[in-house]
């Protein structure tokens, strides 16, 4: 494996941009993010994607760049990079594309973006007449990329940033053990044989805030460790919390154009529905007259408006910058012999059924990959991730294309020498879920064959690299 090249870098002075557009759909569309087929055929918010734009220069020569992207989408698969960097190399042909960073919220309730079984997971029948199928979508998705990375790139001018760290409970675990040692997604924690949550949460609200030579707010990038999922069995477009969060942070703020990126931390076993206190949790929610969404949106807002002045008394106008790409190979998955079995039993309880619904066909399928991914154990290769390590100023920024469980993104904030970590899961890719040795031995959907492209193994050399880089640059 090829490690990453690095070097302490020097102040720098910095030109920031930023931008936003609206990636709805103007008509009916599938949603990602469930077991089931679902056909929006209305938004009940926009889904945006926001960029922010810097530039870094010593004694007036460009020495690098980044552009940052946030979606409203489930993930951003390979196909939509590929795509979209076609598509903005001639538009900005200054611009190294590998240095466009692209990350999805993972809301529930955008369009599906791809059809190929083994990076969607799932494969939902979509209807071909009436509805906008995904490879259109995605070409209208690559699009609008392109055109906010271009508006953030030629709006950029001389700035500054700062960054600050608030709290705000949003996501808690959601894997639930019982008195036999097995996990549950969203196991019954009022049960009597339950005993404990397999792992813990990370409340944060890490927060970067961009402004003008005028010191005038442009944007803000808050990472958080719990995907947008609150509405995620629902049947309309909706940006989830995310959209309240914008809302209400240009409301607080009296600024209509900020620019808002949503950033989901490692949070592979995080989820926004409570878990505990869910009956006290309803009932103030109620008091309130809101939406756990509206809820939701509130913590976050207030969280990073609370820490606003403590930002604006320290922005740093020139500071070290540097954004580093590297490409690595993590071992595969391999399939346990228990789950093997359990495969072969799963397919032959329901291959015979004449009409399986869509469910059960999906399971059949994954079943028997999980088969031939055992039976072909020693052809699998590495699977091959692209990780961005970027220092500003005094703050790291690390990407990975997976939903990381937790203790790996606390591992990465805890072991780098930067003041704060920021780790950006579901970015530049789709390696759907690194779990814990611990969530593949009490099983459950997330720490099962089918949704993991990695091994434990894998994700902890995902962590010792990117440790490893982010330590290089400080």
Known sequence: MIGFAGGTPRSRELKVGSATVDITPDGPVALAGQFHTRIAQ????????SAVAIEASEEDKVVDESILISCDLIAVHSSILEIFRQRLQPLIPELDVRKVIVS?????TAPVTSEIMEEALICYPIPKE??????????FLAQRLAEVAVQAWKSRKPGGVSWTLGYATVGENRRSVDSGGKSCLYGDTGDPHFRHMEGGFDSAVETLFFWDANQRLTAVAVNLAC????????????ADFWHDTRERLKQKLNAPGLTVLGWCSA?????PHPMIRKEAEAR???????SRQQELGRRI???VVDTLEVARADIRTKMPFSHLVQNLRLPPRRILEREYDEARQYIAKYEALKSPDNRIATLLRMERGIMKRFE????QMPYAVEVHVLRIGDIAIATNPFELFLDYGVQLKTRSKALQTLVLQLTNGYGMYAPTADAIDGGSYSGQPHANKVSPEGAQMLVEQTVQAINSLF
Not at 227 to 238: A, L, T
Request: charged residues 20%; proline residues 4%; negative net charge.
């Open 104 to 108: 999805a919220t993972h809301t529930h």
């Open 376 to 379: 072909e154990a020693a052809l």
């Open 42 to 49: 209305r938004a009940e918010t926009q889904i945006l994607a």
């Open 130 to 139: 009436g509805v906008m199928q995904p490879q259109e979508y995605v070409h």
């Open 284 to 290: 103030m929610i109620r008091l309130r007259g809101l």
């Open 301 to 303: 807002s207030n969280a």
């Open 267 to 271: 949070a592979g076993d995080q989820s």
């Open 227 to 238: 995907p947008s999922q609150e509405v995620e069995d629902g049947s309309s477009i909706n």
